[in-house]
């Protein structure tokens, strides 16, 4: 049972805005800053966004972030067929001193 | 560019010890402004955090190991490392190592990852 709470899975057809959900509570995502990873099969993690909504060197800007109260979502405006992987959403959570990460969300793009 | 590479067996017999090695290069692990962390995943599963150590030698970890686990840091070395005792088959798992920002105004999720090595608990 991970502590932040992500669907399962999520789809979309080439060129749709599909978006990805995160919940937490006010001890983790309520205070402080959401990463999203994206992880392909066989390979490390990825950071898509750090900081809630900030994109590292090479990620395309049709991925967003965003953080309101205790949940985050990512957005992928325009998906496309490489975007199909596994995406992760953690946070710093204050009541473990440690990370916790959501389930992970598994991308199918039709 | 900051690079971590994790080393170690990729088979342990149950009830056995695994010992993972983490090895840090264009970066340091006496720096202050980072943990250095253990995250695991099970095949098929999500990402769970195991803990981490301070270059102090200060640690934490998730309470679903208990006693079971311990990091340690070998600053001349550049290295950092993981054990965990009394494995069982619920342990076979990738297991990274991964950098951890700590900022003024808070820790955040891992920002490094090692590639992660597999690790089989069997017989």
């Known amino acids: 049972q991970s502590v932040l709470t992500q669907p399962p899975s999520a789809s979309g057809t080439p060129g749709q805005r599909v978006t990805i959900s995160c919940s937490g509570s006010?001890?983790?995502?309520?205070?402080?800053?959401v990463n999203w990873y994206q992880q392909f099969p066989g390979t490390a993690p990825k950071v898509l966004i750090y900081?809630?909504?900030q994109r590292p060197l090479g990620v395309p800007d049709r991925f967003s972030g965003s953080k309101s109260g205790t949940s985050a979502s990512l957005a992928i405006s325009g998906v496309q067929s490489e975007d199909e992987a596994d995406y992760y959403c953690?946070?710093?959570?204050?009541?473990?001193?440690?990370?916790?990460f959501g389930g992970g969300t598994k991308l199918t793009v039709l | 560019q900051v690079q971590l590479q994790e080393s170690g067996p990729g088979l342990v017999q149950p009830s056995e010890t695994l010992s993972l090695t983490c090895t840090v290069s264009?970066?340091?692990?006496?720096?202050?402004?980072?943990?250095w962390s253990w995250i695991r995943q099970p095949p098929g599963k999500g990402l769970e955090w195991i803990g981490y150590?301070?270059?102090?030698?200060?640690?934490n970890y998730n309470p679903t190991f208990k006693s079971r686990v311990t990091i340690s840091v070998d600053t001349s070395k550049n290295q950092f490392s993981l054990r965990v005792t009394s494995v069982t088959a619920a342990d076979t798992a990738v297991y990274y190592c991964?950098?951890?920002?700590?900022?003024?105004?808070?820790?955040?999720?891992?920002?490094?990852w090692g590639r992660g090595t597999l690790v089989t608990v069997s017989s």
């Open positions: 991964a950098r951890t920002p700590v900022l003024p105004t808070g820790t955040w999720p891992p920002n490094y």
């Open positions: 264009g970066g340091s692990v006496i720096s202050g402004s980072h943990f």
């Open positions: 150590i301070y270059h102090s030698g200060s640690t």
């Open positions: 006010s001890s983790n995502i309520g205070s402080n800053t």
């Open positions: 900081n809630n909504d």
């Open positions: 953690a946070a710093w959570d204050a009541s473990v001193n440690g990370v916790v």
